[in-house]
Structures are given as C-alpha cells and as structure tokens.
C-alpha cells in the first residue's frame, strides 16, 4: 500500500453521494414479513414485535440444500454451491442507518450474528462464515433498508487464508500474536487512534488502504467472533455505533463497507490469529493500478484520518 | 469465484453510466504540450505532429529520484517512493476513445509501453512494471482525455507474485504452462471464446470474477510483455481494439479497467508464466463479501458475456 502524500486529499475533498433512503416502505419493513423468505431468526420487544431479523437471502449465492461435489471440467475445478446467504435486517424502520440506530440495536445485530454462526457451524460442510455489512449504493448495497449480511462458504477463502498464513508466521518467529503488538503499539503511541474503551480499540492501520479504513480489534486474543462474552459485545456495539456515526459526520453520509475478519469456523481456537472488524468509506473508486497489483494508492495518511475522526463529536 | 446462475442478469440490465467527454480541451491535448512535465517519449507524422506520447504523471505516487530504503517504525515496515508514475497518451484529440481510435494508434499505446518498460528495466531497484488503462470515472480516471499509465515499482506486488507462484506450482506438476493449456481449452471448446486469430485468443475466463472479464493471450509462450515481437504487436492492437470496441457497443460505453499480467522485469524468461492482457468493464459494483473473502459473485455467466459479446459486430 503506498500512501501519497504528495497528493493528499482532506476530508472536504471527496465526492460524496450521501447515502439517504428515498423510498419509504420493502419488504424488510414492519408489516411486510409475508415478502421474505420464512424468518430464520429475530429478538422482540416486550409487546412482540421484532426489532431484529434474520431471513435467507431472497437470491442466494448459495444454498445449504445443495449435495457438496467437487469435479473437473478439463483443467478447471468447480464445486456446487453449498453453503448459506442470509440477511439480518436491522430494524423495522425503512429510513434510519445503523450509526443512527440506538446501541442496544448495534448489539442484537452482533448477537445475531454469533447466533446464526454457532447454528451455522454445526454442519461441518460450512467452513468459512463472513460477516459483513454493505452501506449505500456506491458499496454495493442493493436495498437501502439497514441490514447486514452472512455468508457461509465450503472452502475458506485464499485472501481469508493468506491473512491467516501471515499471521501464523509472525507468531511462528515472535511467539506473539501480530494483532496483540498492533493493539499495543497503536495504543501507546496514539497516533492513529480514534476511540479507545477498556476492552477495544479503534485506529486507522497503519498501511491503510483507503482514507478512513478504520479498524475496531478488542484488546483481548480470541481467534473467532463467535466467542465474544457479552460484555465484549456491549462495548463492540457502542464501538461500532460511534465510529459509524463519526465517519457519518466527519464524510457526510459515505457509503462504507465493514467486514468482520475471524478465523475458519471448524478450526479450535488459534494463538496466532485475532478477530476483528474492518471499516471501509467508499470515498475514492478502485482502478487497474489496485485490481492489478493488490496495491493501494491512499492519498490520505491514516494520522490525518484518525486527528480528523477522533475530532469530531459522537 | 461463484456464478450466481440464479440472479444471471443480462446484459441490458446492468446499469451503466456511457463514458462521453464533457470537455473540449485539456493538459493532455495537442498545443497544450508545455502544461504536463516534460515529454519522455513519443511517436510523430510525418508532419512532425506527436500523435502518443509519454509523460511523467503529474502527482506521481512513486519517484526515480528517490533513495531507496527500508526501514523499521515499531513492528511495522515502510520503504521509501522509489519508482516511476507514467501517463501515456493515446491520441491529441480529448474526445476520441481509445476503442474508436484506429489500430495504428493502438499499436503504438503497446510500442509505448514495451519502449518505456525497455527503458525502465535498466534502473536494477525498479523490479515490476504495472501497465494499465483506467477508463471512465467508475473505473478510477481522472482525466477523460484518452490515455494509459505506467507505475514501475522496487518491489514486486504480492497479488503479482500469488500469480506467479500458482502458475509455478501448475508447471511443478504438469510440466506445462497453465496459460497454454487454457488457450488449448478454450480454443478447442470455443464456448467462452470472443474472437481469435492465429497468434491470439481473447475469451471470457472460466471463473470470471466480473461479467464481461475477458482475456486477450497470446497463443504463443512469452512470459515478458516486452518480448513482444512486431506482428504480434499488431495482432494484439486489432485484438484490443475489436475488443474494446465490442465491449463498448454490447454495454453502452461502460467504464472499464485493462492491466497488461506479466513477469517481473529482472528476472529472466519463465517456462511457467505467460503474460496476457485482461480487461474488467466496471458495470457491478465491489461490495464488502468481495473485499473480505477476494471471492466474487458474478451474476453473468462467461459463455453467456463470451456469446454476447461474439455477435456484436465489430
């Protein structure tokens, strides 16, 4: 990843599609439950009524009804597609974005996920959970209802693979976890930090890629998200929420995408790895340099990110 | 990479914005010679008018003059700019894309990166050189005035060397380049094949990770882009061409990205890698699964873009 300071660009300088709802009523609203496929999972208030969801996506990239196969067709491989695509709507209001939610909400979605992981998880044939969330249409959201996504795949993936591969062998020459130095350095030097409560930090990487990737990584090694006690996960959600809702201020309403980074969900626990949560604003567009290379031109230092983040209120 | 056949989307659906000029006039124009840096290169009528030519990028993200140096900050690693940041320019004229230039001006963008990456090579710190093309705005340029780039970097990308390394294991095992085998394939089957000619094939991948990829191969194995001999040059500029400007009619003008896959500059001619050219119109948008897993769901399959785009004429 280069940073070029040459051409740093500041926050006022982006161009920037507000992400705003403009309908006003989905199928993800109160009321339309009939619309989606049947509901997998949801947390209700006291009078009933849902203020979680969880439903399989409508148009699943994949399908845990398929027969796990693999075959050749010449030299190419392929494999059926089994595994799993659903969506956890996040409210049962159409126009208000998780960052404006209220942090007990933040805290359902992260429960849903754990719970739909550890339900997932059981057939042994899903190796691989992602859990990300698409924000805004220049992030690849395609309904603007507020809702995460879960995808569980039958191979673990080679980027997922290679982030694992790096940090084993940090740890294999340190005897330390490469995500615990980070913690520790980028709290001591604050630098580059955004928020910091007693269990989690938030920061701007070092290498960031892109202005404001932000990541919040919990002080404490655990290798999968689906360990997190429930304290952790009250403090990830008030994390969660006031970096959105920073990033919402400090960007005008960007389109972003997070991604939560864990380890394979069959594997046991693992010294090496640290599950975490990355933030990227769609503030700049991806060109050939990045799909060619696998390198990032980022004209904003994540120093200036992270002053800028952390100076604006909660 | 999964093909998502059950929310195929055809070709008429995707939306797309047409690339069009909104400018007369520009730094990159024909008489505004004197507002880019200093020429490096470039190609004349015979009136003595330049008709391509090369320039260092104005806000280049890397820098020749820089001293190359590696140093340590806590537990991370940084290195200094050292490189070079090339635009070339494909045609005097602002409105003119390169896929309605003639082939003439298409073969001297590819003479302009063989002689530029020739030049570069001899400088032994520079050890990858990335040729690209970024056209319209959702495919990152920032100028609309036809042209390519150059980023020569100290250090091979590691998205680059996976590359390598997969086609070296597929050699270790079979004692035959991947490439040629899927040049075989593909031209043996013809279901994924656009156009093809007696030195080059140009077809849509198996496992595209984007509707409408496509590759363009030379048939015969060279693992260095600046190998290339002349008659290949000119085969390749038609191959270009016809393909850009098929891709332009069956999308409307889309966006796209072209980045030349060859091997790294100082090392010597490979038996297992073979360099090619592949093109990505940007008509999906990049969304948070893609980031976290480096998997893709495409929605359109190959053989479907690869016979759309064979009945387009050309």
Chains 1, 2 share one sequence.
Not at 68 to 89: F, P, T
Not at 120 to 130: A, C, E, M, N, P
Not at 209 to 216: D, G, L, S
Request: charged content about 25%.
């Amino acid at each position: 990843m280069i940073i070029a300071t040459d051409l740093v660009r500041r926050p006022s300088e982006f161009v920037r599609v507000p992400v705003a709802a403009k309908s006003t009523v989905c199928q993800f609203c109160a009321g339309h439950e009939d619309e989606t496929p049947p509901e997998l999972l949801s947390y209700r208030d006291s009078s009933n009524h849902w203020q979680t969801r969880v439903v399989p996506n409508k148009f699943p990239a994949l399908r845990v009804e398929e027969v796990y196969d693999r075959s050749g067709e010449g030299l190419y491989d392929k494999m059926s597609g089994v595994g799993a695509h659903e969506v956890i709507v996040e409210t049962p209001e159409h126009k208000t974005s998780l960052a404006q939610l209220t942090d007990k909400r933040v805290e359902d979605l992260l429960w849903a996920f754990r719970d739909r992981v550890i339900d997932l998880k059981r057939d042994i044939r899903l190796r691989y959970v992602l859990l990300f969330k698409n924000h805004g249409e220049a992030a690849g959201a395609s309904v603007e209802h507020s809702h995460s996504q879960l995808i569980a795949l039958p191979v673990v993936p080679i980027q997922v693979r290679d982030e694992l591969d790096g940090a084993r062998r940090y740890f294999d020459y340190k005897e330390r976890c490469v995500f615990c130095d980070i913690v520790r350095q980028e709290s001591a030097s604050g630098a580059r930090v955004v928020l910091e409560t007693e269990e989690i930090l938030v920061f701007a990487p070092y290498a960031a890629r892109f202005p404001f990737e932000t990541w919040i990584v919990p002080r404490s090694h655990y290798s999968h998200f689906e360990t997190a006690h429930a304290s952790l996960i009250q403090s990830l959600a008030w994390a969660v929420r006031s970096t959105l809702r920073k990033i919402e201020r400090a960007l005008e309403s960007p389109s972003y995408n997070f991604v939560i980074h864990t380890a394979p969900v069959q594997e046991a626990a693992l010294d090496h790895y640290h599950w975490h949560l990355e933030i990227i604003p769609r503030v700049t567009k991806i060109a050939g340099f990045e799909w060619g290379a696998g390198f990032y031109i980022n004209p904003t230092p994540p120093e200036e990110a992270a002053q800028f983040l952390r100076d604006v209120g909660l």
